[in-house]
């Protein structure tokens, strides 16, 4: 990395931000998607690169997803600070998915078809995104998600189903189940039962990990009747009682926050879950998720040492956005940040590169400016400045190495984290998927 810091970095401000904040919820425009609202950056100039961003800031994902739409802005910010894309500045127009299939594909529809955006950053629920995506290919728009971790998708795009509009900079779950099955070998859990939610990501993973497990020698205790539990459903007692039962050495739970909360604290509740570890995923990663579940008599998490999973974020560039972002939000880094800022960056960079800002621009240039062999770069503001130059690049990113293949896919790391016994959420490792795939 050539520079300490991001070169647009000095010339950004919270109190600039929070003008570009406050001028964005001034200019809300209501949409047929069932009450959701965009947001449009005032310096976005006609004709210019237009992006759009689809998160869940509202439902069950809203905990983790809130920040992925800021990410997505302050890469924007970043971008125009150094000259925009294609000499002119880029818009960013932003979307609730609202954790919901039906919401975000009304918002893809409008992104694509009423605001004409070329890429999307998003979504993050794997069924949003399946809703959404064949409104983007239909319509030529890149859609690059950050979160969407779905096997769905590896199948889908080798099918050759999105004609190239589609990637994701969080590694699929081909990878994160694999790994979460090594952790719990580790761990020394031979039997293991699952509790997942009823749509592509918790079907897609259970699956994954199913296989990995028994490839490493451990059981699926209720694999002939898995428990796949509907999230609009009134109460989740029965199938918390029925993924707890059979004396599972553990229990893996994927699950979305607020509704997996629910189910987790109805174990607790029928006396299910003393002495069984519960292993977790990315989807409720976050405080919110250990608040909601609940404490003790004593006043201890409810679930204190359940272990999880999520993508890590190993980037050259983590370390000089992590600055950023502290110097213009004021708070930590939470999960999928650096993977929506990469996504961002991304479909900037490969816009520049095709001289045109377009989906199908950027679609055809993604990979010739994250793949090798360009020359390595880091720094967004040196990258586009190098594409203006001629320069072959292969940006290195803030998630990690940038490196997409023939289905959008990219490998990755992953941290181990652990519930304590205050709630709160500690990464105490790293794991890798290589030793069950």
Known sequence: MRKSKFNVAIALSVAALTAFTTACQDTTVPTDGGGETSTEASSGGEGGLKLGALAPSTGDLSSIGQNMPVAAQLAVDTINMCGGVNDADVTLIQEDSQTDPTAGGAAMTKLAEVDKVAGVVGSFASSVSSSAVDVAVRNGVMQISPGSTSPVFTERAAAGD???????????????????????????????????????????????????????????????????????????????????????????????????????????????????????????????????????????????????????????????????????????????????????????????????????????????????????????????????????????GASGNVEFDDNGDLAGSYDVWQVNEDASLEVIDTVSPVDAL
């Not at 059979?246 to 229990?251: K, L, M, N, Q, Y």
């Not at 607020?258 to 003393?274: D, N, P, R, V």
């Not at 040492?305 to 930590?332: C, N």
């Open 162 to 396: 999105f004609d190239g509009y589609w990637a994701r900079t969080a590694p699929p779950d081909s990878y994160q189940a694999p790994a979460l099955a090594v952790l719990a070998k580790k761990q020394g859990f031979d039997k293991v039962s699952t509790v997942v939610i009823n749509n592509d990501y918790g079907a897609g993973f259970e699956q994954e990990f199913v296989k990995a497990f028994e490839k490493l020698g451990g059981t699926i205790v209720n694999k002939d009747n898995p428990v796949r539990y509907d999230p609009k459903a009134a109460t989740l007692d029965s199938e918390a009682a029925a993924a707890f039962a059979g004396e599972p050495d553990a229990v893996l739970g994927v699950l979305y926050a607020e509704t997996g909360s629910i189910l987790l604290k109805s174990a607790y509740e029928q006396g299910l879950s003393e002495d069984v570890t519960v292993l977790l995923t990315d989807g409720v990663y976050s405080p919110d998720f250990t608040q909601q579940v609940g404490t003790t008599e004593d006043g201890k998490s409810i679930i204190a040492g359940s272990l999880g999973t999520v993508p890590g974020a190993d980037g050259q560039a983590l370390a000089d956005f992590e600055t950023l972002w502290v110097e213009e939000t004021g708070g930590e880094i939470t999960a999928f940040v650096p993977h929506s800022w990469d996504a961002a960056i991304a479909m900037m960079l490969a816009a520049e590169k095709a001289d045109v800002n377009t989906g199908e621009g950027i679609r055809d240039n993604l990979r010739a400016v994250t793949n090798e062999p360009g020359e390595e770069v880091s720094d967004p503001c040196e990258a586009i400045a190098m594409i203006r130059e001629g320069k072959e690049i292969n940006y290195q």
